[in-house]
C-alpha cells in the first residue's frame, strides 16, 4: 500500500510537524493516535479525498514529524498543536476524525482550545479513565531503562507491543510501517517518552464537560479493543448529546488495519455531502 505523502512543513514552537492535505471540498482533518502515525489513515484519506479536502498529519515527536531528547509531547501539547494547525490551514469548523490519542487531542482542542468542529468522529479514542495498560505504567516508572535497552530487545518489544492493538495479525509491511519510526537511537528514546508523557490527568480535566460539546459526534469502537474495552464507548455515549455508537465487530482497538471498511460505512452514514 502507498504511503500517505507528507511533504509539507509546519514550525510549532521551533520543532517541526509534518503533513499532507489531499482532495477538494469541505475541510476534513485525521489525527492519529500512540503509538501510530498519520499512516493509519493511508487507507482512508484517498477515498476521504473524493469528496473532502483533507488534512493529516503526524503529532509531534510521532512518524515523520520532529522527534528531539527532553521533548514535550504529552496531550498538553497535542492538542495546541492541533489548534495551530487548524489556524494555519485557515479551518474554521472543519470535519474531525480522531482515533485512540488523537481522540484526547481532538477533544482537549475543543474544550480548553475553543477549537470547533463540524462534526466529530472519535475512534476508539482514550477519553475517559481508567486507561494505560500494565507495559504503559511501567514505562512511566523506568523511561530511561526502557530508552536505553539494546536494540535488538526494543525491536522485539515493538511487533508485539503494536500487534496487541489489532484484532487480526498485522501484515509484515503494515507492522513495519508502524514500528518503522520508533527504531534506532532516536526512535526507540521517542517511543518511551511518549508513554512516559502519558498521564490521566489529561482526560481527567475535561472528561466532566464533554456534555459541553454542541456538534454532531459518532463513536466508533471495536468490539475486540483489548486496549480500551468497549465498555468505556457506551460510557463516553452517556456524557456526549445527540451522539452515536457504532461497534465494529471482529475488530480490536487498530480498527483502522482490521476494519477500514467498516469505518469509511460508518463516515458514509454520518457526514454530510458524503454519499
Same mark, same amino acid.
Do not use: N
Given at each position: 500500500m502507498?504511503?500517505?505523502?507528507l511533504q509539507?512543513?509546519?514550525?510549532?514552537?521551533? !520543532?517541526? =510537524? &509534518?503533513?499532507?492535505?489531499?482532495g477538494q471540498g469541505a475541510p476534513m482533518v485525521l489525527v492519529h493516535g500512540t503509538p501510530f502515525s498519520s499512516q493509519v489513515w493511508r487507507r482512508l484519506a484517498p477515498l476521504l479525498a473524493q469528496h473532502y479536502r483533507v488534512y493529516y498529519f503526524d503529532l509531534l515527536g510521532y512518524?515523520?514529524?520532529?522527534?528531539?531528547?527532553?521533548?514535550?509531547?504529552?496531550?498538553?501539547v497535542q492538542n495546541r498543536?492541533?489548534?495551530?494547525?487548524?489556524e494555519h490551514w485557515g479551518l474554521h469548523r472543519p470535519h474531525m476524525v480522531a482515533h485512540g490519542f488523537g481522540g484526547a487531542t481532538a477533544l482537549r482542542a475543543y474544550l480548553l482550545g475553543g477549537c470547533r468542529y463540524a462534526t466529530l468522529s472519535l475512534i476508539d479514542p482514550v477519553a475517559l479513565?481508567?486507561?494505560?495498560?500494565?507495559?504503559? !505504567?511501567? =514505562? &512511566?516508572?523506568?523511561?530511561?531503562?526502557?530508552a536505553q535497552l539494546p536494540?535488538?530487545?526494543?525491536?522485539?518489544?515493538?511487533?508485539?507491543?503494536?500487534g496487541g492493538a489489532a484484532h487480526r495479525p498485522l501484515r509484515q509491511a503494515d507492522m513495519q510501517m508502524h514500528t518503522g519510526p520508533w527504531t534506532g537511537d532516536v526512535g526507540q528514546a521517542a517511543f518511551y517518552r511518549q508513554i512516559a508523557h502519558m498521564d490521566r490527568r489529561y482526560t481527567d480535566e475535561v472528561e466532566?464537560?464533554?456534555?459541553?460539546?454542541?456538534?454532531?459526534?459518532?463513536?466508533?469502537?471495536?468490539?475486540?479493543?483489548q486496549w480500551l474495552p468497549i465498555e468505556r464507548g457506551e460510557a463516553?455515549?452517556?456524557?456526549?448529546?445527540?451522539?452515536?455508537?457504532?461497534?465494529?465487530?471482529?475488530?480490536?482497538h487498530l480498527v483502522l488495519e482490521d476494519a477500514p471498511e467498516a469505518i469509511m460505512a460508518a463516515l458514509w452514514g454520518f457526514l454530510p455531502g458524503a454519499a
Open positions: 502507498t504511503p500517505l505523502p509539507k512543513r509546519y514550525t510549532f514552537e521551533g !520543532q517541526q =510537524v &509534518r503533513y499532507g492535505v489531499l512518524g515523520q514529524s520532529e522527534m528531539r531528547a527532553g521533548q514535550d509531547v504529552s496531550p498538553a498543536v492541533l489548534a495551530a494547525l487548524l479513565a481508567p486507561w494505560g495498560s500494565p507495559f504503559v !505504567q511501567h =514505562v &512511566r516508572q523506568y523511561e530511561q531503562a526502557f536494540g535488538y530487545i526494543h525491536e522485539a518489544i515493538l511487533p508485539a507491543y503494536i466532566h464537560r464533554y456534555g459541553e460539546i454542541d456538534c454532531p459526534v459518532q463513536v466508533i469502537w471495536g468490539e475486540q479493543d463516553l455515549l452517556a456524557r456526549i448529546a445527540h451522539a452515536r455508537l457504532v461497534r465494529v465487530p471482529q475488530a480490536g
